[in-house]
């Protein structure tokens, strides 16, 4: 993956990451980018239950040399909550997901909606759009400036509230290469909206347009 150095940077890092994807029975799904969900309703196009997913945080080096020991770094967390979708028919789902850190302040809302594209050359391809809204805590973990790193930094406090954190475009495409291998591309585009995007971090040190991009070999059992 190249992803963003933090959420709002305008730098970015490369990060291998193992990328799962597991069905137990149809209702138990575990994958290492879309987390954990337990369907328990699997019936009339609708399904919902349980949702778990991993949040990535900013180490020091993520920071860089303008932020580092300036701003707090931040810890990767787990969240969990439930999620709801309903399927109109086998290309197209409407989703939404609700979540809470395990250890800390922050819920998160995420409503979005999946669409298969029709096969090319045998490619698998999907787009997502997504928005993103954070409650007052997770926009202030990821966005506010206290009054002593804004002296230090040369900016205002920033003290954000709840609401929308970022509209989102993804496109996958898997491509075959034997009958159990492919190789999975994704480009992710995301703007930051509203008082993330208002952030000093965003506004001076960073950027509202987030590109992440991943590239991986996949072996299907």
């Known amino acids: 993956m190249r992803m963003p150095g933090w959420i709002g940077s305008n730098d970015h890092r490369d990060q291998w990451a193992p990328f799962v994807q597991v069905t137990f029975d149809q209702h138990i799904t575990l994958s290492t980018s879309d987390g954990l969900t337990a369907d328990l309703i699997h019936r009339d196009g609708w399904q919902g239950g349980f949702y778990g997913n991993y949040m990535w945080g900013r180490s020091h080096d993520d920071l860089g040399p303008q932020l580092a020991g300036m701003v707090d770094s931040l810890s990767p967390r787990l969240n969990a909550g439930g999620y709801i979708e309903y399927h109109p028919n086998k290309i197209v789902n409407f989703g939404a997901t609700l979540s809470h850190d395990t250890q800390g302040a922050g819920a998160y809302l995420n409503l979005y909606i999946d669409s298969g594209l029709p096969p090319l050359w045998g ?99």
């Open 123 to 221: 490619i698998e391809e999907s787009v997502q759009l997504q928005w993103q809204a954070m409650n007052a805590p997770a926009m202030r973990r990821f966005f506010g400036v206290n009054a002593t790193q804004a002296a230090r930094l040369g900016t205002n406090a920033w003290n954000p509230g709840a609401g929308s954190q970022q509209i989102e475009l993804e496109y996958d495409a898997l491509i075959p290469v034997t009958r159990r291998t492919a190789v999975l591309l994704s480009v992710d585009y995301a703007r930051l909206l509203g008082d993330a995007a208002d952030s000093p971090l965003v506004k001076r040190f960073g950027s509202a347009n987030q590109l992440t991009t991943s590239l991986g070999f996949v072996y299907r059992f």
